[in-house]
C-alpha cells in the first residue's frame, strides 16, 4: 500500500504531462457553438446534473461490488 507500480507509474505520468491537450477540443467546441449553448441551455444543464447524478450512483454501485469481492478475498470473474 501507498506504492505505485512502475507501470502504472510510467502511464499515468504520460497522461498527466498531456493532460491539459484533452481539454482542447472541448473549448474549441464550446467557443464554436456558444450561441447554441446559450439557446438550449436548460437542456444542456439538465444533461450535464443527469450525467453527473448516473456517474456517481453507478461509482457507487461498483465500488459496493469490488468491496464485496475485496471482503471475500475473491477475484472478480474474468480476472486471475
Not at 501507498?2 to 484533452?22: F, K
Not at 456517474?55 to 457507487?60: L, N
Amino acid at each position: 500500500r501507498g506504492h505505485v507500480p512502475d507501470d502504472v507509474g510510467v502511464v499515468t505520468g504520460g497522461l498527466l504531462q498531456n493532460l491539459s491537450l484533452l481539454f482542447v477540443p472541448a473549448g474549441v467546441g464550446v467557443m464554436l457553438h456558444a450561441g447554441l449553448l446559450v439557446q438550449n441551455w436548460l437542456a444542456v444543464s439538465a444533461a450535464l446534473m443527469a450525467s453527473v447524478v448516473i456517474t456517481i450512483a453507478v461509482t457507487g454501485l461498483a465500488m459496493r461490488w469490488m468491496k464485496r469481492f475485496a471482503a471475500a478475498g475473491d477475484e472478480p470473474e474474468g480476472q486471475s
